[in-house]
């Protein structure tokens, strides 16, 4: 978390960062990137996405990052 807060704290204040929010590192980056200040863009890959998440904790992270996005994009690569 510290290295993508120092890369963050790096750019300008208008970041707009591109995450699936899976459990990890995409959270991680996602969670800071708004405490930074900038705005995310959720790419869902699709639509039965949640159920992939096994670990409630990072089902419940999901869903409120996906909450808190500006904008959520939901792919339908289904099957693909």
């Known amino acids: 978390a510290a290295a993508i807060r120092r890369q963050?704290?790096?750019?300008?204040?208008n970041?707009?960062?591109?995450?699936?929010?899976?459990?990890?590192?995409?959270?991680?980056?996602a969670a800071e990137l708004l405490a930074s200040g900038g705005t995310l863009t959720a790419v869902i890959p699709r639509s039965d996405y949640e159920?992939?998440?096994?670990?409630?904790s990072n089902?419940?992270?999901?869903?409120?990052?996906?909450?808190?996005?500006t904008t959520?994009?939901?792919?339908?690569?289904?099957g693909k």
């Open 15 to 29: 970041v707009n960062g591109l995450c699936c929010l899976a459990a990890g590192g995409a959270q991680v980056f």
């Open 59 to 69: 089902l419940a992270k999901f869903q409120d990052l996906r909450r808190r996005a």
């Open 51 to 56: 159920s992939f998440f096994t670990d409630s």
């Open 8 to 13: 963050l704290a790096s750019l300008n204040s």
């Open 72 to 78: 959520v994009v939901e792919l339908d690569l289904k």
